[in-house]
């Protein structure tokens, strides 16, 4: 099976601030390679973007399917630097 190359436009950040950051990504989207878009499209300034260990701030599991296009295939991560 040959590998799916992902581009820059596969990965939103939905939410960003100084030390945590929300994105959305396709489901068989490596981690490993939504973190490497994630600090292309959302630099941070300080230290790299990596997934958290934490669950969202409202308790929903870290990452989680995404509700806003629920006929995708796309999880939510919460991210931190």
Known sequence: MKNKTWGL??????SNGLIFCSV?????????????ITNIINP??????????ENFSDGIKNPHKCEKYPNEDRLHYLMNC
Not at 9 to 14: A, I, K, L, Q
Not at 44 to 53: A, D, R, T, Y
């Open 9 to 14: 436009s596969d990965v939103f950040v939905y």
């Open 24 to 36: 959305c990504a396709p489901t068989d989207m490596s981690e490993t390679e939504m973190e490497r």
């Open 44 to 53: 941070s300034g300080v230290n790299l973007w990596k997934i958290s260990e």
